[in-house]
């Protein structure tokens, strides 16, 4: 079979995308009428289209976005299909707008009926996916820069931090700890931002959780960005200090959690530099 036109995957895209806004919103779609329609316009087999559906999960992923769980990511795409993904990212800005990422992440309600969280183990090179995976998804985040995309996205990371203020509090109630939980401070929203974590919480024992919170709508290996001021905060408070990645947010939020040293965990990689005149 020939490779596929960008017309061809253009189209595929487009129909994935409105198949996904559906999901997102929880209207019902048929896959199998989408995929009909599909054969008649770009003239692919079902099975072809089916599998082209999972290589677009696979892109997503790589951008950190969501994707529709339908269609596991299926990975060794090309890079064309890359570049049709971004083209419809590029022509609808408002899929990735603050607002409209607000209306996909998790309600007030939400957040009480179901406050706590999924904490499970960072990722290691023990539970990394296979390496060809790792790397075409590590080159998609990088070349889109998916952290600095993130990291703009106040919505997102708002959102993300008063999940982990309800978290907090749930737990600390459920240890029997009501005096810590109404201790607990949002100090990124009422100080600002120049503490080096966004909340301060407590474990059972009344000791000190400084928590920053990075948080993405993609897998939990999406890069973030970390400032200097956090990294001093997180070796001047090592033992206080917790980072808690939330990600899968605008699906299914889910997190872990990294402890100083973040070098032990994570690469860091200088992405700008402060330039004084001399």
Same mark, same amino acid.
């Given at each position: ?12 895209? #487009? ?5 996904? #806004? ?77 607002? #409209? ?178």
């Amino acid at each position: 079979m020939t490779d596929w036109t960008d017309e061809q995957n253009d189209a595929i895209v #487009a129909d994935y995308f409105a198949m996904l #806004a559906d999901d997102i919103v929880g209207r019902s779609y048929s896959k199998a009428t989408h995929n009909r329609l599909l054969q008649a316009i770009i003239g692919r087999p079902r099975g072809s289209i089916e599998y082209k559906h999972q290589n677009i999960s696979a892109v997503l992923k790589g951008l950190g976005e969501d994707w529709l769980p339908g269609y596991k990511p299926a990975f060794n795409f090309q890079a064309s299909l890359v570049d049709a993904v971004v083209r419809w990212l590029d022509r609808h800005p408002d899929w990735l707008a603050p607002a #409209a990422r607000a209306a996909m992440t998790p309600s007030a309600a939400a957040l009480r009926e179901e406050a706590m969280l999924w904490i499970g183990p960072p990722p290691t090179h023990s539970n990394a996916p296979p390496p060809d995976e790792l790397e075409q998804m590590t080159a998609i985040s990088r070349k889109y820069d998916v952290a600095e995309r993130d990291a703009r996205n106040r919505t997102l990371g708002r959102a993300g931090e008063e999940r982990v203020l309800a978290h907090e509090r749930a737990s600390l109630l459920a240890a029997g700890r009501s005096d810590l939980a109404e201790r607990i401070r949002w100090v990124s929203h009422v100080d600002g931002d120049g503490a080096g974590y966004d909340i301060r919480s407590f474990e059972p024992d009344g000791s000190d959780r400084l928590i920053e919170v990075k948080t993405t709508n993609g897998w939990e290996r999406t890069p973030f960005h970390i400032t200097r001021n956090e990294l001093a905060v997180a070796e001047t408070h090592r033992h206080d200090w917790r980072l808690v990645r939330l990600w899968s947010f605008a699906r299914e939020p889910r997190a872990f959690e990294l402890r100083p040293p973040l070098e032990a965990h994570v690469s860091l990689m200088a992405t700008s530099f402060q330039a004084n005149f001399m």
